[in-house]
């Protein structure tokens, strides 16, 4: 992709958000009875205070790890919607050496945060396996799948892990080695957003400067060509899932070692799903995953405020999500002006040529 | 184990099964219109949320049921078309577009529910309207039998008949020709003329017209409201149940009974003293387990056929 295609790829989807931005604007005058306070706050509401600001930021930790997890899976073209029951698992799993083992402080979440990981590349694994081994819709058993993981994972939490006394639908409180330290006081923000960035950083090397990385790109453009490139696309499916698996797993754990004291989880916590807004809204670059996080954390955490103290509810972000995803991911809006942009282009470097 | 028996061969769990599997079927005949114009619609998810609330809505302003369920498949319609509008006009990848529809029928649907209802989480305070029960005069007698296949929601009955219909459509008409003939090879329908468009504009109608009717029948049958995320994945379990019925109608049916049949299990097995989050599980392992079978299957065949290709 060169310069001028780039700068019109951003420009597009910059354009794609302002008309979703303007839509919620729309259905908040619509619906409500002070509308510009509503408005205000969800727009900056959630710089009103370091909590709010605190908050966006706490929300962008699991963004993040699905966004990855989601872009590295859909780069192999695998439509793999397993990232939301790999969030889940993950963060079962840290919960059971959280609260039964005893390591010394930084091993122990180190080791939780790895088996959770474990857990979520299985996870996703399996669903990649049934596709290369059977061709069964990975898409389908994914889906299947992260209802399992749900229904499984409370049968654990509430058979073996659950505290009588509590009163709630909770574990045993984590071993204090176990949790990851608070890195701003006054907020919930936590040591687990160092490690998201480094996961950024890795992933991105991994996917544009290694020969895996690289295998999975151009399987995802195009299998075929993949295939007759000496590329073994079986072994590439496999490893862009388990790896996404794996990015998920952690981030659930990192999630549950971070912000909570026990695990206390009775919904799957839809990180998977707006993950995949996040990989969208990239592009599947894992290099702009940080800015999309923080784009939706911001507008959750914003619909949030606006909710809590206005008549309009924050399921309306769901809406605006839904219509930018249309519009980001709809190859044909304005591409008549990229189909001027290029003919511009070519036209100029085959003149450049003849002169 | 006998009160394991005990429960399968009555003939509540019987009656149990038909009810349960409506929804399922008809999603699975909407995906199955859809899979044959060679488009994958995991919409039917989000199209049943919204027609399921469109189904209370309407029902509880006009009195009626039956306007209640016009309007469920209209919107049902409308859902599907818009997917279409989506993926074939603007040309965004149907999965994704279809993911979008389900994010917006997901929150959507709690958003104009707290505005009409006043409540995030059920409809109860609007007086909706329920599809009436229809008794089969000659089988509702039948001992055994009877209390089985009779007093059903009047839409389990449209859902086995729309077996029929959708078979008859696919199968016997030009425009079910057209329609399979566009999934089979788009190049070689468009180039006898058949607008490639048009024929998936009609089968996304369509497949969000078979959805909006099992939505209808989750609000106004099978219980009497509508509650957030009420169709708890039945839409892509209907993706499985399509796959695995080989993609005809009455192999979807057959699927579909199977799942209904274990869906039915996890409702009575709850009275036994299993663990409901073992038992919820059943539906969506049996699905997995079931398409592997499906595919392991599949595979074997086109080895088979491979090998006789070469001798």
Known sequence: MNKSQRVFEVSRTLLAILISLFLAMIIIFLVSETPGKALWLFLFGPLDSLRHFGNVLELMIPLLFTGLAISVMFSASQFNL?????????????????????????????????????????????PGFMKVKWGSSELVSSLMFNYIAFFFGLYLINYFLRDVNAGAMVSYPFQKSARLIKLVPRTRIHFGIIIAAVMVIITTYFMYRTRWGYRIRVLGRNERFAGYAGINTNSAILLSQVLGGFIAGIGGSIEVLGLYRRFTWQLLPGYGWTGIIVAILARNNPAYIPVAAFFLAYMRIGADIMSRSTDVQNEFVAIIQGIMILLIAADSFLAGYRHKMVVKEARKTQSGGAA | MDQFFQIIFSSEFGYGVLRVTTPILFATLGALISDK????????????????????????????????????????????????????????????????????????????????????????????????????????NIPGLGPVLSGHNILTYIAFLSVFIIW????????????????????????????????????????????????????????????????????????????????????????????????????????LKIPFEFVSMIPYLATVIGLVIYTVQKTKQAKRILEQEKT
Request: glycine share 14%; with cysteine.
């Open chain 1, 82 to 126: 397993g990232a939301e029951g790999a969030f889940f698992i993950g963060a079962i799993g840290a919960s059971f050496i959280a609260v039964n083992w005893h390591l010394p402080p930084v091993i122990h979440p180190v080791v939780a945060i790895l088996w959770g990981g474990l857990l979520g590349s299985l996870f996703c694994g399996l």
């Open chain 2, 37 to 140: 114009a060679g488009v994958i619609n995991i919409a039917l998810e989000g199209i049943m949320l919204i027609s399921a609330l469109a189904g209370v809505i309407f029902s509880a302003m006009t009195q009626s049921a039956f306007f209640g369920l016009f309007m469920a498949v209209i919107f049902g319609a409308l859902t599907g078309f818009s997917l279409g509008y989506f993926s074939l006009n603007l040309k965004t990848d149907v999965i994704l577009a279809a993911i979008a529809i389900n994010f917006i029928a997901s929150g959507g649907t709690v958003f104009v529910l707290f505005l009409v209802a006043g409540d995030k989480g059920i409809s109860s305070s609007l007086a909706s309207k329920v599809l009436p029960k229809v008794n089969i005069p000659g089988i509702e």
């Open chain 2, 168 to 271: 008859f459509f696919l199968y016997k008409t030009p425009l079910g020709l057209r329609i399979r003939a566009v999934g089979e090879n788009e190049h070689a329908a468009s180039s006898v003329g058949i607008s490639v468009v048009k024929t998936r504009y009609i089968a996304l109608v369509l497949s969000g017209v078979m959805a909006g009717f099992g939505g209808a029948y989750m609000s106004m049958g099978y219980v009497s409201w509508f509650s957030r995320d009420m169709t708890a994945g039945r839409g892509f379990i209907a993706l499985a149940a399509e796959a695995m019925g080989g993609a005809h109608p009455v192999g979807g049916m057959l699927t579909s009974l199977l799942f209904g049949f274990f869906d039915a299990l996890s409702n009575s097995l709850q009275l």
